[in-house]
T-cell receptor
Framework: EAGVAQSPRYKIIEKRQSVAFWCNPISGHATLYWYQQILGQGPKLLIQ????????DSQLPKDRFSAERLKGVDSTLKIQPAKLEDSAVYLCASSLDGQQQYFGPGTRLTVT | AQSVSQHNHHVILSEAASLELGCNYS??????LFWYVQYPGQHLQLLLK??????LVKGIKGFEAEFIKSKFSFNLRKPSVQWSDTAEYFCAVNEATGGGNKLTFGTGTQLKVEL
C-alpha cells in the first residue's frame, strides 16, 4: 500500500514570497490533515478535511495560509506571503477511520 | 483546550538500559492515545495506540505503554533499549470533537542511545 506522498521535500524562499505544498493521501482515506511542526515542538494541526469539506481550520492563520482539497483526494496548502516564523516542516496525514493517522515525509520550509 | 505534556525533552541512555518516557494529557473525556516515533531522516510512524480495553498496550519493537486513567497518563516503556531506538518520540491524544477527531501532540522527547 502506498503511503502519503508530499512534494516538494524541501523549499527555501524569501520572506513575503508565496509557496505551495502538495499532498496525495493514501487511496480511500477520506480524512486529510495538514500539520505544522516547528523545530523543537510537536506537530500542530492547521486544517482537517473530510472528503473535500473543511472540518477544522481553527488554528490556520487565514490571513496568509489557505488550503483546498478539490475532488476530495489531493490537497494543496499555500502560504502567501511567507514570514520568517513560517519556517517549519509541513506534514500531511490521512486517515480512513478518523482515528489512526498516517503521515507523509513532510516538506521542510525555510524562509529567509 | 486539550494539552499533552512530555516531561523529558532529551534522554540519553546506554544500550540495554530501561526506558520510560512520561506523557500526561489534560482532557477528561474519552480519548484515544498514541505514541509516534520519528527516526532520523524518516517520517512519523505509529509505535502503538490505545483505544479501549487492556490498559497495557504492546507495540512494535518491544515497546509498551500503560494507560492510567486516574493519572491522565500514557507512559512509554521498553525494558532494554538498542542503539537503533535513537529517535524522537511523540505522545498524542485524539479527542472526539464536534466535527471530527482532533490529534494533539506533545513536544516530543529526543532519545539518544549510546553504545
Amino acid at each position: 500500500e502506498a503511503g502519503v506522498a508530499q512534494s516538494p521535500r524541501y523549499k527555501i524562499i524569501e520572506k513575503r514570497q508565496s509557496v505551495a505544498f502538495w499532498c496525495n493521501p493514501i487511496s480511500g482515506h477520506a480524512t486529510l490533515y495538514w500539520y505544522q511542526q516547528i523545530l523543537g515542538q510537536g506537530p500542530k494541526l492547521l486544517i482537517q478535511f473530510q472528503n473535500n469539506g473543511v472540518v477544522d481550520d481553527s488554528q490556520l492563520p487565514k490571513d496568509r495560509f489557505s488550503a483546498e482539497r478539490l475532488k476530495g483526494v489531493d490537497s494543496t496548502l499555500k502560504i502567501q506571503p511567507a514570514k520568517l516564523e513560517d519556517s517549519a516542516v509541513y506534514l500531511c496525514a490521512s486517515s480512513l477511520d478518523g482515528q489512526q493517522q498516517y503521515f507523509g515525509p513532510g516538506t521542510r520550509l525555510t524562509v529567509t | 483546550a486539550q494539552s499533552v505534556s512530555q516531561h523529558n525533552h532529551h534522554v540519553i541512555l546506554s544500550e540495554a538500559a530501561s526506558l520510560e518516557l512520561g506523557c500526561n494529557y489534560s482532557y477528561g473525556g474519552t480519548v484515544n492515545l498514541f505514541w509516534y516515533v520519528q527516526y532520523p531522516g524518516q517520517h512519523l510512524q505509529l509505535l502503538l495506540k490505545y483505544f479501549s480495553g487492556d490498559p497495557l498496550v504492546k507495540g512494535i519493537k518491544g515497546f509498551e505503554a500503560e494507560f492510567i486513567k486516574s493519572k491522565f497518563s500514557f507512559n512509554l516503556r521498553k525494558p532494554s533499549v538498542q542503539w537503533s531506538d535513537t529517535a524522537e518520540y511523540f505522545c498524542a491524544v485524539n479527542e472526539a470533537t464536534g466535527g471530527g477527531n482532533k490529534l494533539t501532540f506533545g513536544t516530543g522527547t529526543q532519545l539518544k542511545v549510546e553504545l
